[in-house]
């Protein structure tokens, strides 16, 4: 009896027997660190592909939006000579027919 008048209902012994059970055996411990390190070697290979990808990811578009713009530019350029070209062709025919 204890000084509250409850009987304990685990004893010592039990305790201790509770806690050395809930120890690991060498064998058991040994495969939770392979499986954790496996689980570990696994996680960084994910994050390393991941990374990969995105920049995979990144580049491809960083090249598509400079091909882009390239090729805005040669539209503009070609667009802007032959717009000139027919302006002098214009004022040439203008010139001639001015002339008759």
Not at 28 to 48: D, E, N, P, S
Not at 76 to 91: D, E, F, G, S, Y
């Amino acid at each position: 009896m204890t000084w509250s008048g409850i009987e304990p209902t685990t004893t010592r012994s039990q305790i201790r027997r509770t806690n050395h059970s809930a120890t690991l055996p060498p064998a058991a411990a040994v495969t939770v660190c392979i499986i954790a390190a496996a689980a570990v070697v696994v996680l960084v290979v994910v994050v390393v592909v991941v990374v990969v990808v995105v920049v995979v990811v990144v580049v491809v578009v960083v090249v598509v939006v400079v091909v882009l713009v390239v090729v805005a530019v040669v539209v503009v350029v070609v667009v802007v000579v032959v717009i000139a070209v027919l302006v002098v062709v214009v004022v040439i025919v203008v010139v001639i027919l001015h002339r008759a």
